[in-house]
């Protein structure tokens, strides 16, 4: 009987995305039963997967290339090992399960052994020998096509096992999401790496906001905690996610952010850590959070900076909420405000910067997989960057385009998105210069900046669209998509 396993793992072992796998259901390539899939049929589908036998060391790293991949940042995550202790526990799961299989088969194969004693018997003693010596010949060559079957999947089966002993599994059982957590990572930390809005406070075991419970499989704790459970919660196997890690794949139950109600409203102060140029008219602030106090926010939203006396600053973030310890905002010079003056002339590395937020619901939804359309002007990249990061790591859409309308030669961030364009086989980048002013909109110009993408997307009804920029353009910008059949609600506008 062919093994089964979860989409996550099935995509991790051929190296495309779960995304890609769930497209293969959806199709009726793959069949799936509960999330499972049948290692059989992932052969089938992808009879390209290999694994040599007498290169199963060289062939590890591409493995884990292939099947760890990680789109964010056009990069390849490099994977830690888990320590001594976590991988000896790892390979000792993986021993108990090869045992008990093991003897399953010993079971199965008295059983068949005694079923054909049987058989043997009625054969001489019974008066219909020829239907019972027929069934004994069937089960005899089910029994020796089955031992001399060399498909077994053995190399499939080999990287799953290979995988098992890097990464283990996390099922949250209350919302569905899946995730693997590498090296010494903690769960909470590989969930929010994942790009999942799991709940936290402190990340340092102190508030218990990150608690979790434990549903099946084996943790370990990697880090003490101040945080005193009831008695009612050791019962019902809670524990912090930020002080354990995951030993054997795992099932939990675990609160998540569904929309930005469920974000707090916070306020950290947080150094600058540096101050980079991108054009005449760009800058890019990057600020790192206390490591015990980081940012919880969704991609897409915007806080306000203040810093001493002055005025406090309304801003998008440019960052993916997985790396939330590290903040990016994008700052024009041609923004009149104090802030980003002084952001420009005086502003110092090491200098603290106060952050008060999160707000905005220029947010994904992350219940529809339709393929996203992405439009900034100028600065208006900066939350559309969070956004694609944030789908990116997410593997949640099946297809994402930017459209980049700039007022300069060439937009600030040109390379990156030509990174991503070149490392990502589901994204397409294009970019249009496109006057900006404080007259008006040259509306001629920007239809005919749009004629391209609305030619494209004759199904405007199934994409999701973000539009970011100031705020003639964004409206105009609406108003010709909403005249080409795009639906209002899945419509959602930023300005900047």
Partial sequence: MSRHVSLSRAA????????????????QELESFEGMVKLDDIERVFPDVQLEDNHIIEDLEKIIEGALKKARGAKLASLVAPDAQTLASRLHSINQDNAKAKNKIYAMNNLFSALQEKLTDLIDSSTQSEIFEELNNWIENSLSEIRSDDSDNAHLLTKDTILRVIAAQVHVKNTGHEYFVEGNNSILEAGLSSGFALNYGCSNGNCGKCKVKLISGDIKKIRPHDFVFSQ?????????????????????????????????????SAKVNKVEKMSDDVVILNLTTPRTKRLRFLAGQNVSLSHADLPSFDIPIASCPCDDMNIQFHI?????????QYVYEELNISDSIKIRGPKGSFILDENSNNPVLFIA??????????????VITLEHAEYSHLLWLHSDEEPYMHNQCRAWEDA????????????????????????????KLIKQYKDLPNKNIFICGPKNMVKKTRQILLDHNAEQDQIKTMVV
């Fill in 12 to 27: 991790k072992l051929v190296g495309i995305s779960r995304g890609a796998m769930q497209k293969k259901v959806h199709n």
């Fill in 232 to 268: 009612s919660d050791k019962l019902q196997n809670y524990f912090l996610s930020c002080s354990h890690t995951a030993i054997t794949d795992i099932v939990i139950e675990a609160n998540e952010a569904g929309s930005e109600k469920d974000i707090p409203k916070q306020r950290i």
């Fill in 332 to 340: 024009s010079h041609r923004d009149n405000s104090l802030f980003a």
């Fill in 377 to 390: 002007f100028d600065t208006g990249f900066a939350p559309v960057k969070s956004l694609f990061e944030h």
């Fill in 424 to 451: 990502l086989d589901n994204f397409k980048y294009e970019h249009l210069k496109n006057d900006l002013t404080d007259k008006g909109v040259n509306t001629e110009q920007l239809e005919m900046n749009l004629e």
